[in-house]
């Protein structure tokens, strides 16, 4: 079945680098384009990041520009997140999610999730 | 980057209850404008695609208006399954954006 699985998630120290990926399954991988959409503890859903499905135009929220680079190897059908400059704000689960064909253009799959903690 | 103001923030009502939570887009957004079902733990569920378009296996009972910068979601008649955050995002332009959540609780 269509599935995406986070992993890569943990404590992390303000300053630091993390690198998440998302394995992707069921699906034409390199047809779709890929999002990070994260949720810090108690709080509402932020959109972080998008690859086209070619990986040629990539898109980011203000907030992690600069810090953060999303990518994806389409022969390996696995997305990631770059994550560097880690700041305690940037503590969340991070979703990776899928658009395209089907559902208007909008996050039709979801990955349950990678939790980030930044901490000293 | 385009805001969007959703309300309420929380609700509460009984089951077989009309429901009904708006999103304001701080500009023109088209027919880009998705809903997503979330509940404790898990990852959200997309409930409504293209303002009122709903995916295979949502029921009915969910649906979706509007134009332009205002959007609605109603649920028809609330069911014990439903008592979740509810949340809107415009897929119209880059960066997307949420809206901040509805909670909906058991009255």
């Known amino acids: 079945q269509v599935q995406l699985v986070e992993s890569g998630g943990g404590v992390v120290q303000p300053g630091r680098s993390l690198r998440l990926s998302c394995a992707a399954s069921g699906f034409t991988f390199s047809n779709y384009a890929l999002h990070w959409v994260r949720q810090a503890p108690g709080k509402g859903l932020e959109w972080v990041a998008v690859i086209l499905y070619d990986g040629s135009n990539k898109y980011y929220a203000d907030s992690v520009r600069g810090r953060f680079t999303i990518s994806r190897d389409n022969s390996k059908n696995t997305l990631f997140l770059q994550m560097n400059s880690l700041r305690a704000e940037d503590t969340a689960v991070y979703y990776c999610a899928r658009s395209g064909i089907g559902t208007g253009g909008s996050l039709g799959i979801w990955g349950q999730g990678t939790l980030v903690t930044v901490s000293s | 980057a385009i805001q969007m103001t959703q309300s309420p923030s929380s609700l509460s009502a009984s089951v077989g209850d009309r429901v009904t939570i708006t999103c304001r887009a701080s500009q023109g957004i088209r027919n880009d404008l998705a809903w997503y079902q979330q509940k404790p733990g898990k990852a959200p569920k997309l409930l409504i695609y293209a303002v009122s378009s709903l995916p295979s296996g949502v029921p009915s009972r969910f649906s979706g208006s509007g134009s332009g910068t205002d959007f609605t979601l109603t649920i028809s008649s609330l069911q014990p399954e439903d008592f979740a955050t509810y949340f809107c995002?415009?897929?119209?332009?880059?960066?997307?954006?949420f809206g901040q959540g509805t909670k909906v609780e058991i009255k």
């Open positions: 995002l415009q897929d119209y332009d880059y960066p997307w954006t």
